[in-house]
């Protein structure tokens, strides 16, 4: 009988490594409830969007969630890819906001999606085989690094606080109350000096943005905002009528004008998902110190190889850029701490990937009595997305800058990407980078 050490090692094809499950990897129970949850709540965070603003029912845009969502589990079961991916999400707001301004009907935004999806997929794949990637990011300036993801938090902020501020809080109450749980849990300083003496505030800290969304949907019914109906059966997804609003052999192919204004987005997606791929590496070598019994490889080939596969088969399935990326921070850092303690907390690393994502897939796709749980909470889950995704882009974008010079810079830069077209606010951010402050060097940190 095979050993278990041999068993983990997979199967190559390629240069990707494929994990069977219960195969290759066993089920780890603690994070197969979680990823039930926290992954089922977050993953669905869009489709509010998907059904307002794109012209999808319900039922299409959940499906369309559950395909983006099993292109993202592919990662480590499929491509071998030892990080717990999840959405570009700094980049969330950067799309929506190009896709809903430049297109008037849901086949232009779409169209526009799969647009800036297949040139994201080109960017990757040419990255990825002649080894650029590394070089770019080395020669861009840390400013305008900055800049663009501060771009990113100002228009998640733009989001929620402007352009659909009735939409995301018609629930004052429970979306307030949501937010304010998770600014505590996630950014408080005085709170995260009491989790120090306390196991049970490291956990409910650890959560992520599971207890905000737990408190709305207490307080909502509460205050009449949110009303529940439940119903019970299995969901049978309608994949021949989202194929028909969405995929571009129906829809038609984009023209080459929008593969063009696509480009910038696609530009700076990259730059946030190249951020992505740094934090992750070095997680996993600081970590695997700790486990010389699993040996985990760490292939930047791949990893690109792996992504350009992905968005490419996303932008002509269920095209929605930002849905594919490396990295779910919080997540894979979780999951790394169990796994440092030892193989009989953790088995492998690719174990405890997979039973957060994998075995919670036919949850999804089935569970109707779940889905018809979350539908009313699905504006105040993106609210959440957003309004933490804003603080976290601010919070690293104003860290990178070393003067008020730079700060000043990246502030400019952000605030040209959110009022102007993406090209124009690419190249004031090059301007600004270049001839206002001392940043000829970049950041050598990357």
């Known amino acids: 009988m095979t050993n278990r050490n041999t068993r983990s090692q997979g199967v190559d094809w390629g240069p990707f490594t494929l994990r069977i499950p219960f195969y290759h990897t066993r089920p780890e129970?603690?994070?197969?409830?979680?990823?039930?949850?926290?992954?089922?709540?977050?993953?669905?965070?869009?489709?509010?969007?998907?059904?307002?603003?794109?012209?999808?029912t319900f039922e299409e845009a959940i499906t369309m969630l559950m395909i983006q969502l099993i292109l993202v589990c592919s990662s480590p079961i499929l491509f071998g890819v030892p990080?717990?991916?999840?959405?570009?999400?700094?980049?969330?707001?950067?799309?929506?906001?190009?896709?809903l301004s430049q297109g008037?009907?849901?086949?232009?935004?779409?169209?526009?999606?799969?647009?800036?999806?297949?040139?994201?997929?080109?960017i990757l794949f040419l990255l990825g085989l002649t080894g650029l990637g590394q070089r770019l990011m080395a020669w861009m300036p840390r400013t305008l690094k900055a800049g663009i993801i501060m771009g990113a938090g100002l228009g998640a902020f733009k989001i929620i606080f402007f352009d659909d501020f009735e939409k995301y809080f018609a629930t004052p109450v429970a979306t307030s109350s949501a937010i304010f749980v998770c600014l505590l849990l996630i950014y408080s300083a005085p709170f995260k000096r009491l989790t120090e003496h306390s196991v049970i505030l490291q956990r409910l800290s650890s959560m992520g943005l599971l207890p905000g969304f737990l408190i709305a949907a207490?307080?909502?019914?509460?205050?009449?905002?949110?009303?529940?109906?439940?119903?019970?059966?299995?969901?049978?997804?309608?994949?021949?009528?989202?194929?028909?609003?969405?995929?571009?052999?129906?829809?038609?192919?984009?023209?080459?004008?929008m593969y063009l204004a696509g480009l910038p987005v696609a530009l700076m997606t990259y730059v946030i998902l190249f951020g992505d791929i740094v934090t992750g590496t070095e997680i996993m070598r600081k970590a695997r110190e700790a486990r010389p019994d699993d040996k985990v490889e760490i292939n930047h080939n791949r990893i690109y190889l792996s992504l350009g596969?992905?968005?490419?088969?996303?932008?002509?399935?269920?095209?929605?850029?930002a849905s594919?990326?490396?990295?779910?921070?919080?997540?894979?850092?979780?999951?790394?701490?169990?796994?440092?303690?030892?193989?009989?907390?953790?088995?492998?690393?690719?174990?405890?990937?997979?039973?957060?994502?994998?075995?919670?897939?036919?949850?999804?796709?089935?569970?109707?009595?779940?889905?018809?749980?979350?539908?009313?909470?699905?504006?105040?889950?993106?609210a959440l997305t957003?309004?933490?995704?804003?603080?976290?882009?601010?919070?690293?974008?104003?860290?990178?800058?070393?003067?008020?010079?730079?700060?000043?810079a990246v502030l400019f830069t952000g605030a040209a990407?959110?009022?102007?077209?993406?090209?124009?606010?690419?190249?004031?951010?090059?301007?600004?980078?270049?001839?206002?402050?001392?940043?000829?060097?970049?950041?050598?940190?990357?």
């Open 324 to 382: 594919q990326g490396i990295l779910w921070t919080g997540v894979h850092a979780i999951i790394v701490e169990r796994w440092k303690a030892g193989p009989e907390k953790i088995q492998t690393i690719f174990s405890a990937i997979n039973s957060y994502y994998i075995f919670g897939i036919p949850f999804l796709i089935m569970a109707l009595p779940l889905m018809t749980f979350l539908k009313p909470l699905l504006s105040i889950a993106f």
């Open 29 to 56: 129970w603690p994070e197969f409830f979680q990823g039930v949850l926290i992954t089922t709540c977050t993953s669905m965070a869009i489709a509010p969007i998907l059904v307002a603003s794109f012209g999808l």
């Open 218 to 257: 207490l307080i909502g019914p509460l205050f009449g905002e949110i009303q529940f109906d439940i119903q019970w059966g299995i969901m049978e997804p309608p994949l021949q009528s989202l194929w028909d609003k969405v995929a571009p052999f129906r829809i038609g192919w984009p023209g080459a004008e």
């Open 417 to 446: 990407l959110l009022f102007l077209s993406p090209w124009v606010g690419l190249a004031l951010g090059i301007v600004a980078a270049v001839t206002l402050v001392d940043d000829s060097n970049g950041d050598r940190q990357d």
């Open 386 to 408: 957003l309004i933490m995704t804003g603080f976290a882009c601010a919070s690293v974008a104003m860290a990178i800058p070393r003067s008020s010079e730079e700060r000043a």
């Open 104 to 122: 008037e009907t849901s086949p232009e935004r779409f169209q526009l999606m799969t647009a800036t999806s297949l040139d994201l997929a080109a």
């Open 309 to 321: 596969i992905r968005n490419a088969l996303m932008a002509v399935t269920a095209p929605f850029c």
């Open 83 to 99: 990080f717990a991916p999840g959405w570009i999400t700094p980049a969330v707001p950067l799309v929506l906001g190009f896709v």
